[in-house]
């Protein structure tokens, strides 16, 4: 199904106080997050997506300088929500706006800020070049990209692609200044990946 991912600083409401939420990437970096911090350690493409946004220059100086906060590297985005909510750790460097969505209407302390412009990954749809059933192939992805598909898309947290459908809260999308990923940093994956374990010291 075709739905959006916006990438959030999450933190824990019963951990932060409400004059020390990390509002942005460079809040992150503060004295009193050194340790506290918990990261994906295998989150490549956001590394590649925001140095995509900082610039080249400066989006190496801060990986360098978070790196430098000495996060805890954990796989895996709902395990770390799963430990951000258990009180674990204070704030998670990135996690998935609809994931925190889902776990704040189950109950769990969580909430999440934005560094505009949000960088934003979407989830695509297509066809194999020799389909059995073609025309029944092209009726199923006009259901997936209708407005009814993507309504249900909503009931699950879901960011819908469609500009026309707003998720559940509006806020995981409304109002936010987006920054989509583009294609071709496919070209410097690797690049970025041999970056972040030389900078995290996971090599």
Do not use: C
Not at 61 to 80: D, S, T, V, Y
């Amino acid at each position: 199904m075709p739905h959006l991912n916006t990438h959030v600083i999450v933190f824990n409401t019963q951990m932060v106080a409400k004059n020390e939420i990390p509002k942005n990437n460079q809040d992150l970096l503060h004295p009193r997050w050194k340790d506290k911090l918990i990261m994906s350690s295998d989150d490549y493409r956001w590394v590649a997506y925001t140095m995509d946004k900082m610039g080249e220059t400066k989006g190496a100086e801060f990986m360098k300088k978070l790196a430098a906060q000495r996060p805890n590297l954990r796989a895996g985005h709902i395990i770390q929500l799963q430990l951000l909510a258990a009180g674990e750790f204070p704030v998670n460097v990135m996690g998935y706006g609809f994931q925190v969505e889902q776990m704040r209407s189950k109950g769990a302390p969580l909430d999440w800020a934005a560094d505009e412009p949000v960088t934003v990954t979407g989830a695509v749809i297509s066809i194999s070049n020799r389909p059995p059933h073609p025309e029944a192939a092209k009726l199923l992805i006009d259901l997936l990209l209708s407005q009814e598909a993507h309504r249900a898309m909503v009931k699950h947290h879901s960011v819908p692609s469609r500009p026309d459908v707003l998720p559940d809260p509006p806020r995981l999308l409304k109002g936010l200044k987006l920054y989509p990923v583009k294609p071709a940093l496919t070209d410097t994956m690797n690049k970025r990946i041999e970056q972040f374990r030389s900078i995290s010291g996971t090599q």
